[in-house]
């Protein structure tokens, strides 16, 4: 577990050298949102209906802001290659990285919710769906992302390759997140979606990184 934090650690430390970045993943994600109230106008019916998949589909779109650059520095010079040589297995290696870049897209999306939510005339009751359904939907992005990312590793035009490659993989993760937020703001029962949110999450926790992993040392090789 020392090289997985100490993975963690080090991505955590050149977003730091690179704070842009972030900051283009958060702006996008604060500015899409509220594009959308300020060209329905005061129509609150209207607003509160829309928001469950405004607010999903840009976490969604932001959260593949930095998936191009997962693997793809570490790619080019030669880091990726040093980490397959390693005695540490490089799945849980790879696993850091994953939980690197949800602590810097994922996470501040689902800090950044409420807010959002506030502008969509959202209840508490449907904010706290917003936040819970994100803080389970997004570790599921970052982590399905991760193997689109790996695929597309060398690949010249690979960001538009991994976009047809991860989106049509995110549409159940949508479905259910937005459903739930919906159906919450709407007074129907939520428990349903997020059982299969969690259990989205499970299979991805067990599967992604395996893939990714294979997927990483096939770019190596």
């Known amino acids: 577990m020392s090289a997985f934090l100490a993975v963690i650690q080090r991505d955590l430390l ?36 829309i928001a469950p998949g405004v607010i999903w ?10 998936l191009q650059r997962l693997f793809a520095t570490d790619f080019a010079d030669g880091t990726l290659e ?4 390693s005695p540490t297995p490089l799945a849980l290696l790879v696993g850091g990285k994953i939980t690197a870049h949800w602590l810097v897209c994922g996470l501040p999306l689902v800090l950044l919710s ?30 399905i992302g991760a193997i689109g990312a790996a695929l597309t590793l060398g690949v010249r035009g690979g960001g538009v390759l991994l ?11 949508l479905i259910f997140g937005a459903g739930a937020v919906y159906a919450q703001s709407v007074g129907l029962d939520v428990g ?19 893939a990714t992993t294979a997927a990483v040392r096939i770019a190596i090789e």
């Open 57 to 66: 589909v840009t976490a969604l779109l932001s959260t593949m802001l930095g």
């Open 82 to 85: 040093q980490m397959s040589l």
């Open 192 to 210: 349903g979606h997020y059982s299969l949110l969690a259990a989205l999450l499970v299979l991805a926790l067990f599967f992604a990184p395996w």
């Open 114 to 143: 409420p807010v959002i939510g506030i502008q969509f005339d959202l209840d508490a009751s449907t904010l706290g769906t917003v936040i819970l359904t994100l803080l389970i939907g997004t570790p599921i992005l970052s982590l």
């Open 14 to 49: 050149l977003v730091m050298r690179r704070k842009s970045e972030v900051l283009t993943i958060l702006f996008f994600f604060v500015i899409v949102t509220s594009l959308f109230p300020l060209g329905i106008g005061a129509d609150t019916a209207l607003l509160r209906k």
């Open 163 to 173: 976009s047809l490659l991860v989106l049509p993989l995110y549409i159940p993760v």
